[in-house]
């Protein structure tokens, strides 16, 4: 990456696949499994708490039986080395980055081992069930609900996504469909501000057409030889 000093990597679901992790619209992914608008908006949280509660109850269980796979690893091996500046802006709410040893990781639709509150409206590391209503770490009210970011509801951190944008000069798109907004639009954002941008994905996405470089593979295989 001679040149190269500020790197931006977007990250979807693809890049835990290889740790079985489903991914959203592969077949029998979590969309297959679920309706959207029962388990991933405001709307299905307040029509049935519990089926939501339990949706992602089940997710944050399955995190312990997973681990970060050679995509996760080679990341961190790149953070690690790198010079220049890197973020990993994750779509992702698993936390297989960190567990592979990256630090600059920003979960732009939070996270399955967070909690918030919607009554103080505090943010707190959690690792256990919601659907008993165990009470808000901070002001003890049984209000909590996943700190994931659902459908209608503002990623979190846009501005220092853009911010870090402005100052790259490469651009990385892993394991991701491109079908879900803002963070598709990102290789569009990327390309008007003159970024080099680059996809590593199964197959093609919806969005291929606007990297400079689109190349298809498995996430395990594509990332340790572009880190390489
Ligand atoms: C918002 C929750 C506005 C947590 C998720 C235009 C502009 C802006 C917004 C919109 C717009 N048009 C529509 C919208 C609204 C909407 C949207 O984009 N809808 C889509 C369906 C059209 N967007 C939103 O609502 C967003 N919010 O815009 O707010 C706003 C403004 C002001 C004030 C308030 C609000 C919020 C979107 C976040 C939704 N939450 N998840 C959770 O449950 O996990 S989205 C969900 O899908 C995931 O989080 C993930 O981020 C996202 C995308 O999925 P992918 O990660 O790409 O996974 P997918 O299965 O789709 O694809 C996997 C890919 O991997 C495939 O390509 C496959 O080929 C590949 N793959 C598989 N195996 C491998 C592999 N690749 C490599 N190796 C392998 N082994």
Known sequence: MSGVRNIVILTGAGISAESGIDTFRDAGGLWEQHRVEDVATPEGFARDPNLV?????????????????????????????????????????????????????????????????????????????????????????????????????????????????????????????????????FVRDARELGVRTLELNLERSEGSHWFHESRQGRAGELVPAWVE
């Open 53 to 185: 509660l339990n949706f992602y109850d089940m997710r944050r269980a399955a995190l312990n039986t997973v681990v970060p796979n050679r995509a996760h690893e080679a990341l961190a091996r790149l953070e690690r080395a790198f010079g220049g500046e890197l973020l990993i802006v994750t779509q992702n709410v698993d936390d297989l980055h960190e567990r592979a040893g990256a630090s600059q990781v920003l979960h732009m639709h939070g996270e399955l081992k967070s909690a918030l509150c919607t009554s103080c409206g505090m943010r707190s590391a959690w690792d256990a069930p919601m659907i008993d209503r165990p009470p808000c770490p901070v002001c003890r009210a049984p209000t909590l609900r996943p700190d994931v970011v659902w459908f209608g509801e503002m990623p979190y951190q846009m501005d220092r996504i853009y911010a870090a944008l402005r100052r790259a000069d490469l651009c990385v798109s892993i394991g991701t469909s491109g079908a879900v907004y803002p963070a598709a639009g």
